[in-house]
């Protein structure tokens, strides 16, 4: 019994972690103070609830606990040594007033956790770090899943999360919501990484599970707030719409015995109607707006090839030509192996499987995508398509090698045996 009330409060934990930290952050100014306080409300859950009972709100439980070991451990540090109080500097009563710090901690300038993607998101930092950075801080992904994410060394990553911290840190980051110029300067790398968390949940790179559903969510989540923030910003719609509009097809991509479906098989009736609706008016307000501004952009353009597919009744209904053509376009906006190997897909859609291949043979030597599931696992499908069974079949294989995630490796496996 005490295993699972374990369970259930570490469930609890990781659903609360990000907003936890978020908070923790901006009180602190430090991501790595934020992390520990968050594991130090963690330890006292685990002690204090299978005998007191989870609270009717457990966030409220664990951002107060945290709390209070931040004000402890801060009177002690003051009494210490005075030049390490970087919170009691703004607080002109150091910490002998707790309700001062309570509300400077409870007085939400916006949002809390978009405030910790912005600091993430810091300039001092490279595109590589802010994004590893807030999917480690914010996604609570592990070393190893970003590094597949990133097609790059867990060792890599590590130290670029390392180095991040410490870059914001001598930076001073506020850890609140930039306004002004400064917003919109820093507003591209913000949807990198939004977007990056998304496609984590749409498909996770490891694990037992295709889908992270609460990733999905989350992303959805500060896509909203971004647009309500930046109401006039093409792109921001445009990836508030991409999320919509891919987030339809969550429950359909995965079957009744809980495998991959693969976009083209899937029941489009339960495909949500909503989410496709709000997706769809976004794009509308987005397109209008690049229009009046004169130049694609390249979640617009992504969110317009998604468009396709929730416009198509059926599968047979794709209008794959127009697919390729938005592929074209988004390829010069945003050049990119990944981009090159969906376009690929969409010209073998569009024009035959021999298209894709002559494509996909222009990247054989793309060292990012040498270790990449989805090239060998594209191939197969256009030599499958093309009728070259045994070729296929070798190439599916190869894919299920290189997947970490079991349910895709079971997909793989099997279009493999469906070559024979």
Known sequence: MAGETHQAIEAIFRIERARLIAGLARFARDVDRAEELAQDALVVALAEWPTGGVPANPGAWL????????????RRD??????????AREQDGGFDDRDAIEAAIDDDLGDELLGLIFAACHPVLSADARAALTLRVIGGLTTDEI??????????????????KK????????FEVPRGPDRAARLASVLEVVYLIFNEGYAATAGDELVRPNLCLEAQRLGRILAGLSPDDAEVLGLLALMEIQASRLSARIGPDGNFVPLTEQDRARWDPLLIRRGLDALARAEALAKDRGGDGPYTLQAALAACHARARRAADTDWPRIAALYDRLRAVMPSPV????RAVAHSMAFGPEAGLHLLDAMDDVAAL??????????GDFLFRAGRRGEARAEFEAAAALTHNMRERAFLQARASACD
């Open 147 to 164: 590094a597949r994410a990133f097609l790059t060394s867990e060792a890599t990553i590590a130290q670029r999360i390392v180095r991040a």
């Open 78 to 87: 003051r009494m210490r040594d005075r030049k390490h109080l970087d919170i």
């Open 63 to 74: 951002m107060t606990a945290a709390k209070r070991r931040a004000v402890d451990a801060a």
């Open 370 to 379: 040498r270790d990449y599931a989805p090239l060998p696992a594209a191939r």
């Open 167 to 174: 870059a914001i840190a001598k930076a001073g980051a506020n």
């Open 339 to 342: 981009v090159d190997l969906n």
